[in-house]
């Protein structure tokens, strides 16, 4: 089994930033691309940004110049730089990982359970 921890949420002020990580660890051979979805009250699930194991990076329109992801394979982690947080940007922020975990090369998606991100205007 894997399992994918976020850290990092809380509530700020429009205008300042947040640092997101998250985790993976379990059974684990490697994992190809990762990647940051958010979901607000109401709204479906959307992609923030996403990163291939070669640095091959998407961002969302929205979030494009004041976000960066970034990744650390060694450590199977996931990062999410937040900065000029505005408040459509509250939303629960999930990280994903599609994950190899054994011989046969197969890619499973895995999710973590989320992290609250609140900006107040």
């Known amino acids: 089994q894997v399992q994918l921890v976020e850290s990092g949420g809380g509530l700020v002020q429009a205008g300042e930033s947040l640092r997101l990580s998250c985790a993976a660890s379990g059974r684990i051979l490697s994992i190809n691309d990762m990647g940051w979805y958010r979901q607000a009250p109401g709204q479906q699930r959307e992609l923030v940004a996403r990163i291939t194991r070669g640095g091959v990076i998407n961002y969302a329109d929205s979030v494009k110049g004041r976000f960066t992801i970034s990744r650390d394979n060694t450590k199977n982690m996931v990062f999410l730089q937040m900065n000029s947080l505005e408040p459509q940007d509250t939303a629960v922020y999930y990280c994903?990982?599609?994950?190899?975990?054994?011989?046969?090369?197969?890619?499973?998606?895995?999710w973590g359970q989320g992290t609250q991100v609140t900006v107040s205007s």
């Open positions: 994903n990982a599609d994950v190899r975990s054994g011989i046969v090369t197969i890619w499973i998606p895995y």
